[in-house]
C-alpha cells in the first residue's frame, strides 16, 4: 500500500436529505428597511433593536462584499434570500430509531452521539421522560441557581435590555465588516450568557441545551458576558452533520470578560461540505468571533475543530485591551474533497503585559485548499508583551494545497514574538511502522494525524476531544487505500 | 532584441497595471506616491567608450569601465541575449518594469570559466539634474560549470532628490556557482532594487544584501527553480535608524523537484525606523523533495521602530518540507549584565552584541576579502549606532 | 517454524534478494551476517511487508500460513515482528497509548477482548523494570526526542508487549553502548522460549556472545553463501567476508 493511493479519494457520500413537507411562515424574499422593521415586529423587539438593526442595514448598503482572491465561490445575490422564517411546525416526527436511514445511524455511532441526542437530530419521537424539552429546563433550573443566564438572544433581549444594550455591538460593531453589518441587521436568534461576578460556571455549557436548537439559524448571535473572577466554558456546535438548505451563514459571537475572568469557548464544526465530486450544495460560513479581554488579567481562549463547510471563513479574535490579559487560539481545520478554507485569528495586543498564544494544524486532503491567515498586532502601548505562533501544514495526496499567510506587525522594543510554521508530511516509513505494530493502514493515518493535532485537541473540554478524535477518524475514512 | 523593443514592451506593460497602491497585497504599509513624478523622469547621458580598470564601474545607467580578464566579457550588446531566458521584472513589483521602460542599456556581465578572484562591480547613480531616476539595468550570466564572485557596490552620491532604480537578472546555468553581495550603504535618498534569480540543474549560488542608512529602500527578490538539485542561499542584513525604512519582499518559486532554498534575513533597527519582510516560497505541485528554510530575525532598541514581518508558504506538492520562522525581540538583559560585569559600559556591550547578532550573516560570505571588508564596515556602523534609549 | 523458500526481491529493476531460503525451528536463535549492500536490511523489510518490495516472489510460511501476501498489519498480528534499525518517530502520539492500540489491534484480530487500562498499565511497567527503562518513557511521543540507545530499548519494549511468534532484529546493537546492550540481550535472552523464533541481523560478533544463535548464515550480494552453527560467526570475524565470498565463486 503506498502513499500514492492516498491521492484516490473515494467519495463518501451523504445521501440522506430531509426532505419533509415544511409549512412555514416566510417574509417575502428579498432586503430593504421594510423587511428588516418586518423581522423587529416579528420579534417584537424594543425600540433600541430596531435602531440598531437599522444603523447598521443602511451602513451595510454602503459596503462592498471583501474579495479574498483564494476563495472561490459564486456570487451570493442577497435580495434572492429569504430573512426570516418563523419557527417551523413540528415536522412529522419518526416513529423510532429503526426508521432512521441506517448510514445516518451509523455515523451517529462513529461519534458516540447519545442516543437521546440522536433521536433529536434525527427527528425520531422522543419518549415522554427524556423529552429534550424538560431536560433542558433541568439544567436551566441549576444555572440559575448560581446566577448564570443561559438563554436565547430574542428572550435576553426582553429580560436583560440593559445588558444587551452596554454590551451588544461593543466588540463586533456593525461597521466591523461587510457579513458583521448584514448580521447586525437581520439576526434572527443566537445565545446569551451572562455570568456574574466571583462565579465558576458549574458545567459547560452546551448550545445541545437550547431550547429551540431544532433550526440552525443563518444569521445567529452570541453575546457571553463573564463578570469579575468568573469562569465558563462554552461549546458550540456539535459533531453530526449539520446539513442546511440555507447556504450563507454570517453569525457573530461577541465575548467580553472582565478582570481575572476568564472565557473558553470551543467549536467542533461539521458542516455538509458539498458535493465530494463538484463541491456543489456546500455551507458558505462567515463568522466574525471575536473576544474582549476588558479586565486585567482576564482571559478568552478560542479552541475550534473546523471540518465541513464548502467555504470557511473565520478568524477568532482577541482584542487584549487589559494588562496581563491572555488570548490563546487553538485551531485544526481539516479540509478535504473540494473543500476551502481560509482561517486564522488576529491577536491584538493594547494593554501591558499581555500574552497571546497561536496553535494552528491545518491538513489538507483531496482537492481542497487549506489557508492560515492570522495577524499579531503588538501595539505601542502594549510594552512587555509576548506572542507564540506556531502554525503547521499537513498535506496528503497530490492534489491539495495549503497556504500560510501570517501578518506581524510590532510597534514596540520590550516585547518579544516567535513564529514558526512548518510543513509535516505523513511518512510512508511512518505508516509502515505503525502497521509492523498491528495497526492498519487506516487506524494508521489517523493515529498520525491525530498526533499531529494532539497540541490543539489537548485544550478541548474532554467530551469535545473524544467526539473530536473520532471525527477527525471519521473524516479521514476512505482517505487511504 | 534590442534596448527599444525592451523599453516598448515594458512601457505598455506599465501602462496595464500603473504605479502600486495599498490595495496591492505587497504594498501595504509604504506607496511611492509622492516620488511618482520623478519615478517617470528617466535620466539619460551619452555612452563613452569603456575604459580599463580592475572593477566594472556602471555610472548612471551605463557601463564606464571593466577589466580584462579570459573568462570574463562586460558588454551591453543586448542581442547576445537572444537565446537566453529571462524575466525583465519581477511580479511583485510594477517600479521593475519602469526600469525596463526607461534603461538606456542592459550590461552583461558573462563567465566563462571558473574565476577564482572576487571581482567587485560599482554601480553609481550620480546625475548632473536633480528629481531624476537613474535606471540600472545588469545581466549576470554564469555559463554551465564555471564560477564566479561579485560584490555590487551601490552608491548614491549628490542630491537625495534623485532615485535609484536598479535590476540586476542571475542566471547560473547548470553546475555553476554564483556568489553574489550586494552592499547598499548611506544611501540618503530612494532606492528601488530588484534581483531576480533563475537556477538550473545543480547549480549553487549564494546572495547576499546588505543594507544601512538608507531613507528608503524597497528590495524585491525573486528566485525561479527551474531544474533539479539547485542550490541558493539568500541573505541579508539591514541596519536602520533614524526614519529609515526598509522594505524587502522574496518571492521564491519552486517548479522543479529537490532544491533547497535557505532564506535568512535579519534586521537592527533603532530611532524611528521601519523594516517590513515579506518571503512568499510557492511549491508548484509535482515539485517534490523541496526543502525551504526560512528565517526572519529582527532586533528592536526603540519604541518609535516598528517592524513587520510576514513569512508566507504557498504549498501545492506534499512530499517537501518547509519551514520558517520570525523572531522579534531585544538583547537579553542578562547577557548585557555580564558584560558590562566585566567592565564595559552599557553601549560598549550592546553594541558588541549587537554585532554578534550581525555576524551570522557576514560570517558564512565565502570570500575572504569581501567578508573582512563588509565585517569592518558592520563595526563602524553598530559601534555608532543609538542602542541605549531613553526609557 | 518459519519458512522462507526462495525468496526474491527487486527494487527499480535492481535485484536485491536472489532466492534466500531459511527455515528457524521453534526455539531456535539464527544470525544473519554479511557485508553492507548484502541484501540483509531488505530481507528484514520483505518479511515484513515493506510497501517498496510488494512485488516479492516466493514463500513465506509461519507453521504453514502463508504470509507473503498479507498486510504488514496482518503479519504483525500473526505474530511477526521486526526491530527497526532507525525506528521512525511519530509526534504527538503517546508511546503508552500507542503500544494499547497496537496490543488491541492484536487482540481484536485474534477476536478476545480489548485488555483492560489498568491490566495494561501494569504489564507495561513490569516490561519497563526488566529493560531499567524509567515510567517517563511512555508519556514522551512515540520515538520522538529518544536518542539512539533509547529508540532501540523502546523497540524491545515494544516486543515485549506485543509477545510476537517471530522477532527480527535488524542491527539492534548499532549504537548501543555496552550497558544498554547488556540490557537488551538480557531481554531477548528472557523473552526467548520454546516456541519463538529469533533472526538476529548483525554486523558484528560482540552481540552473538550476549546471544547465543543456534545457526549463523552469512549473506553476500543477495544470497546465502554459507551456513554453519555458533562458530562461524567467530571464524568470519578472523578471516572477514571476502574470504567467504571467494568460497562461494
Redesign the interface.
Known sequence: MSLKEFSDIANKEYEYGFKTDIKTELIEKGLNEDIVRKISAKNNEPEFILEFRLKAFRHWLTMEEPDWALLDYPTIDYQDLHYYAAPEKPKEKLKSMDDVDPELKRTFEKLGIPLTEQKRLANVAVDAIFDSVSVATTYKEKLMKHGVVFCPFSEAVEKYPELIKQYMGSVVPHTDNYFAALNSAVFTEGSFVYVPKDTVCPMELSTYFRINAEQTGQFERTLIICEENSYVSYLEGCTAPKFDTNQLHAAIVELVALDNAEIKYSTVQNWYAGDPKTGKGGIYNFVTKRGKCLGKKSKISWTQIETGSAITWKYPSCMLIGDESIGEFFSVALTNHHQQADTGTKMVHIGKNTKSTIVSKGISVGKSVNTYRGKVQINKSAKESENFTQCDSMLIGDECSANTFPYIDVRNASSHLGHEAATVKVSEEQLFYCQQRGISLEDALTTIVNGFCADVFKELPTEFAVEATQLLSLKLENTVG | MNIETLNTKAKEDFKTIGFPTNKHENWLYWTPDTIQETLLNAYSEPQESILNSDAIVIKNGRIVSAPEQTGLTVSYDVASLANEDLSFNVESSSISLLNSAQCQQVVIIKCNQKLNDALNVRIETDPSQNNVTVNTKIIVIAEADTAMNLTFFHQHHGNISNISNTTCEFIIKKQAQLDVNHVFKNQKAHSFFHSILHLYEKSKCQHLTFVSESTLMRHDTQANFYEEDAHLDLKGMGILQDQDKFFNHLKINHFSKNCFCKQHFKSILTQDAISEFSGLVYVAKGSHGVDSQQLNQNLLFSDSARVLSRPQLKIDADDVQCAHGSTIGQLNPEEIHYIKSRGLTEQEAKSLLTFGFAEEIINEISHDTVKKELTSVVKQIIGSLKVTDEK | MFEIKDLKASIEDKDILKGISLTIKPGEIHAIMGPNGSGKSTLAKVI????DF?DAEGEITLDGKEILEL???E???EGV??A?QY??D????NNSE??R??YN??QK?HKKEEIDPFDFDALIKEKLTVLNMKEAFLSR?VNHGFSGGEKKRNEIL?MLM?DPRVVILDETDSGLDIDSLKQVSDAINHFKSKDKMILIITHYQRLLNHIVPDQVHIMADGNIIKSGDKSLALTLEDEGYDAFKKGSA
Open positions: 515484513s511487508g515493506h510497501p510488494e498486510e504488514p498489519d503479519r504483525a498480528n515482528f521486526l527497526f525506528p521512525v511519530i509526534p504527538g502520539v500507542f503500544l492500540m497496537a489491534a492484536k484480530y511521543p515494544q506485543l
